[in-house]
């Protein structure tokens, strides 16, 4: 494993940084573990006390009320990991960690993560990281609170976009999710996200090309959409 990064640590910007001899560090550290879809990875009330690399699938952190309402407040794919802050305090799950499909991940304890943050660049991505991901907390609880539906669903294709494939029609997105598990993620039914998608497809802004697929074809008034 000298000068390789552990394959589902590939994707992760705090490791690239690294030298082969943290690398090697890490290696005798980490543990491969497999998740079945569905089943709880960390439970809601669990103190993290490690950190989680996903290499392969998706991971969903999902708020349960006390009615049984599902929130997913954060999904992870490839090289997005878990648990950061549990190297700074004492940090406990509020939701669970549940696996969206089959998934592949890393563990690597809290001791190991310090360890490698005293590489001060390792240091300055994770900060980057924790950085983005308050920022997309942010935006998420701005969602929930101040828009509706259709503009919820419109801000999230815009955000796809932004990774999308432009064609001489307009931009080709990939829906990284089941529709079923966007609609929790929106604060929504499917059924009222279903509604939602064949509005904006008979207004002419979108087009469905598949069953997770949607070409944006008026990118201006889809940015109305998601403002009004």
């Known amino acids: ?3 390789q990064i552990p394959s589902c640590a590939a994707g992760v910007s705090v490791f690239r940084v690294l030298s082969s001899g943290e690398l090697d560090r890490i290696g005798k550290e980490m543990r491969h573990l497999h998740f079945r ?7 809601a009330g669990s103190i993290l006390d490690r950190l989680y690399v996903v290499a392969r699938g998706r991971l969903n952190v999902v708020h349960t009320s006390a009615s049984g309402r599902e929130q997913i407040v954060r999904t992870l794919g490839p090289g997005e990991f878990l648990g950061e802050m549990a190297l700074f305090y004492k940090s406990v799950m509020e939701g669970d960690v549940v696996a969206a499909e089959e998934t592949e991940a890393c563990v690597l304890p809290r001791k190991a993560v310090q360890e490698i943050l005293r590489n001060p660049e390792a240091a300055l991505r994770l900060v980057e990281e924790m950085a983005k991901r308050l920022s997309a907390a942010e935006q998420l ?14 801000a999230e294709l815009l955000r796809l976009a932004t990774s999308g ?9 990939t ?12 604060g929504t039914t499917p059924e009222t996200l279903s509604r ?4 904006l497809a ?4 979108i087009r469905q090309t598949g069953a ?15 403002r009004h």
């Open 1 to 3: 494993m000298s000068q």
């Open 37 to 43: 879809k569905g089943e709880v990875v960390v439970p």
């Open 141 to 154: 609880i701005a969602d929930l609170g101040l828009r509706e539906v259709g503009q919820r669903l419109a």
């Open 165 to 173: 494939l432009k064609t001489a029609e307009g931009i080709a997105v």
């Open 175 to 186: 829906i990284p999710a089941p529709w079923a598990e966007m609609a929790v993620r929106l």
């Open 196 to 199: 939602r998608l064949g509005s």
């Open 202 to 205: 008979d207004q002419g802004i």
């Open 212 to 226: 997770r697929s949607i070409l944006i074809l008026d990118v201006k008034r889809l940015e109305g959409v998601a």
